[in-house]
């Protein structure tokens, strides 16, 4: 069985850090691309960041480049999310994707739970 | 602001067929790029509706349909249950400078 699971979210204060994991199971992770999705609350579905299996092709929205950087570990099995000069914006839930089909069509067949993040002084 | 426009909500009674847009424009739907459509149930995480357009993955009920003509696309709802009641999102890719890989707006489907 697949499976994502998010872990890391909490509440950090405008300007700090935090970093995510996304641990894998149930399928060979290192054959897939997987992806960060957000949903702030009550809003809708954003693309954060990408990355292919073999980790040499990454993506970032606009919104999170230079400050968000993707990474996996398929010796583990994980993906993370090291975020910095956070934002009151980017409070959010954070979803781990599997990505199916090719780079540029990319349709995410498997998600995890979410992690929340709560940016606030 | 995405570059994929939904309606904000549809509804429908239970049994009718409702249908949600989804519109884009020539650097996305209209070059070619996929659509695929999540369902999103209150509180929970997005699971996928339709693949490629028009494909329903493993357990996806045949009520569930896709299509895609021009710089729209269409999910397409049939025998409305009450279980269906939740958002609904597409997605594609945009080749513009200020797109790239994008979700829809979203549409809230309430069952009457």
């Known amino acids: 069985e697949v499976q994502l699971v998010e872990s890391g979210g909490g509440l950090v204060q405008p300007g700090g850090s935090l970093r995510l994991s996304c641990a894998a199971s149930?399928?060979?992770?290192?054959?897939?691309?997987v992806f960060w999705v957000r949903q702030a609350p009550g809003k809708g579905l954003e693309y954060v960041s990408g990355?292919?299996?073999?980790?040499?092709?990454?993506y970032y929205a606009n919104s999170v480049k230079d400050r968000f950087t993707i990474s996996r570990d398929n010796s583990k099995n994980t993906l993370y999310l090291q975020m910095g000069s956070l934002r009151v914006e980017d409070m959010a839930v954070y979803y781990c994707?599997?990505?199916?089909?090719?780079?540029?069509?990319?349709?995410?067949?498997?998600w995890g739970q979410g992690t929340l993040v709560t940016v606030s002084s | 602001q995405s570059v994929l426009t939904q309606p904000p909500s549809v509804s429908g009674a239970p049994g009718q067929r409702v249908t949600i847009s989804c519109t884009g424009s020539?650097?996305?739907?209209?070059?070619?790029?996929?659509v695929h459509w999540y369902q999103q149930l209150p509180g929970t995480a997005p699971k996928l509706l339709i693949y490629?357009?028009?494909n329903r993955p493993s357990g996806v009920p045949d009520r569930f349909s896709g299509s895609k003509s021009g710089t729209s696309a269409s999910l397409a709802i049939s025998g409305l249950q009450a279980e269906d009641e939740a958002d609904y999102y597409c997605?594609?890719?945009?080749?513009?400078?200020?797109?790239?890989?994008?979700f829809g707006t979203g549409t809230k489907v309430t069952v009457l």
């Open positions: 990355i292919s299996g073999n980790g040499g092709s990454t």
């Open positions: 149930g399928f060979t992770f290192s054959s897939y691309a």
């Open positions: 997605q594609s890719y945009d080749s513009s400078l200020s797109g790239s890989r994008v």
């Open positions: 020539s650097s996305n739907i209209g070059a070619g790029y996929d």
């Open positions: 994707a599997r990505a199916r089909g090719q780079w540029l069509a990319y349709y995410f067949d498997y």
């Open positions: 490629g357009n028009s």
